[in-house]
């Protein structure tokens, strides 16, 4: 409850700024949260030091946490800031390269739709109120908040802005989603349920998600890596990765476990590029696999 009223007051807040303003009290903002939160703190620096320990130092990698947090704290704001966004105002937000790979990204749905996938990287949540905003039809596959009140908050926001919310607990709905020739969005460095397959991600086994992968494969259609990162002048910038369409042979699990490499070594690539915007304050190395029973049918 209490997380709620914090929530709503923030939102409260937030849209009687204007957005630069509320970005420099957010990074304030952020850097407190740093201080204060033990635990996720300390799980980001073991992702961070698993990820570029080889390259920084324990100081630079502190230095790295700290222009996290705050940059973090920007995009809760941003998303905060949301209900005041709208096509209109778009480019004030966007380059204008942004708004047409949106329309690359729209356009190749067409019948059959398309997965665009993405990490914990830039504005995800920007990012698929984008392409709504731009007249396509998005599916994003989300993730709860532990309170209800939250996540109905959350999810009333991507729907206000045309961004039709699938939580992880019916993923089978991606599946319709898909068929519908809808854009579906899917977060893939981490997975929400504790359900993957082991991989090597930064050199380093760890359990990551296949659902997009899974998707792809069974249905036959383009995962295109997108990443909506903030460039320095503050705008946001929407990247297209080349897209990636998954083999298919007599052995799925195969097919699936080599196109979730390719996505991950996408994800590494972006991720060592926007380093100071990857927001994973949750475990990702060393995570215990609930099942190993590989996945043999979905719901559809």
């Not at 990820?51 to 947090?69: M, Q």
């Not at 397959?197 to 359990?207: H, N, P």
Request: hydrophobic share 40%; with cysteine.
């Amino acid at each position: 409850m209490f997380a709620y009223f914090l929530y709503k007051f923030g939102a409260f807040l937030v849209q009687r700024l204007s957005l630069p303003t509320a970005r420099k009290v957010a990074a304030v903002v952020g850097r407190f949260m740093c201080l204060v939160q033990r635990r996720n703190r300390r799980h980001l620096l073991v992702n961070l030091r698993t990820a570029f320990g080889g390259e920084l130092s324990e100081r630079e990698l502190r230095l790295l946490r700290r222009r996290i947090y705050e940059n973090f704290s920007k995009m809760v704001t941003e998303f905060l800031w949301m209900p005041k966004i709208s096509r209109e105002n778009l480019t004030e937000i966007m380059t204008e390269q942004s708004l047409e790979n949106y329309r690359v990204l729209g356009e190749t749905a067409g019948d059959t739709g398309v997965i665009s996938t993405t990490a914990h990287v830039g504005n995800w949540e920007l990012g698929a109120a984008g392409v709504a905003l731009m007249g396509y039809d998005l599916t994003a596959l989300v993730d709860f908040h532990p309170s209800p009140l939250v996540t109905a908050f959350f999810d009333q926001r991507r729907e206000d802005k045309g961004v039709e919310v699938v939580p992880v607990t019916a993923f089978h709905r991606c599946f319709r989603a898909l068929k519908r020739g809808r854009v579906t969005a899917i977060v893939g460095d981490r997975p929400t349920t504790g359900q993957g397959i082991r991989a090597t991600f930064f050199g380093k086994d760890a359990l990551v998600p296949i659902g997009h992968t899974l998707l792809a494969r069974r249905l036959g259609v383009k995962i295109i890596p997108t990443f909506l990162v903030v460039g320095e002048d503050g705008r946001y910038e929407l990247l297209l990765d080349e897209p990636i369409v998954p083999n298919v042979t007599d052995d799925e699990e195969a097919d699936v476990r080599e196109c979730t490499d390719r996505c991950l070594r996408v994800f590494e690539r972006y991720i060592s590029t926007y380093r100071d915007q990857w927001y994973v304050f949750r475990p990702i190395w060393d995570r215990p696999l609930r099942t190993r029973r590989w996945i043999t049918k979905a719901k559809r």
